[in-house]
């Protein structure tokens, strides 16, 4: 399981306020391994749907719980 920056067990580092960068938070993740399901809750299901976009070699399904899909954060 990843936790976003400043979140969960992840220590505080920057603010990470657009989704293009949260996203690149995880490219390493996806980039480095077979391709996997990833899940998005909240405020990560736009992370998740918009790093199947740009990796769809990458993501073999998509779960979304209860995302958050502010258009602020297009």
Known sequence: ??????FGRT????VMSSLSD??????P???SSEPVVLVGHSLGAPIAVAAAIAHPS?????VLV?????????
Not at 11 to 14: D, V
Not at 66 to 74: H, K, L, R, T, V
């Open 1 to 6: 399981a990843y936790d976003r920056p400043r």
């Open 11 to 14: 220590s505080p580092s920057q």
């Open 22 to 27: 949260q996203v690149a938070t995880i490219e």
């Open 29 to 31: 993740f996806l980039l």
């Open 58 to 62: 990458k993501v073999s399904a998509l």
């Open 66 to 74: 209860s995302g958050c899909f502010d258009p602020a954060f297009e």
